[in-house]
């Protein structure tokens, strides 16, 4: 009965901005977080953010640039991207977890199906 949608993805310049959403249905959960995985990579933890906002973590290649936040009323974590960069072409999964870890795709419990995001330069 968990669902996670993500949408926001899309192709912008370097330099340029986009905002992901990730709308949530049959629960709310403690942690949303956002990862990441581009060719020939693996899967990599981009940002997360707990019920109340106290706990925010970000990848250091993110921070300053990115900004996770959550509506708990629509159930729904966003990543408001700016300064995009070409390494952060990827597709970038929103992920849902109850427990306390938060930096390991396997500590997550549901996956949204992901949302392509290209820069270009």
């Known amino acids: 009965q968990v669902q996670l949608v993500e949408s926001g993805g899309g192709l912008v310049q370097a330099g340029g901005s986009l905002r992901l959403s990730c709308a949530a249905s049959?629960?709310?959960?403690?942690?949303m977080g956002w990862f990441r995985q581009a060719p020939g990579k693996e899967r990599e933890f981009v940002a997360a953010?707990?019920?109340?906002?106290?706990?925010?973590s970000y990848q250091d290649s993110v921070k300053g640039r990115f900004t996770i936040s959550r509506d708990n009323a629509k159930n729904t974590v966003y990543l408001q991207m700016n300064n995009l960069k070409p390494e952060d072409t990827a597709v970038y999964y929103c992920?849902?977890?109850?427990?306390?870890?938060?930096?390991?795709?396997?500590?997550?419990?549901?996956w949204g199906q992901g949302t392509q995001v290209t820069v270009s330069s």
């Open positions: 049959g629960r709310t959960f403690n942690v």
């Open positions: 953010i707990g019920w109340s906002g106290g706990l925010i």
């Open positions: 992920a849902v977890k109850t427990g306390t870890s938060y930096l390991r795709p396997s500590d997550y419990d549901y």
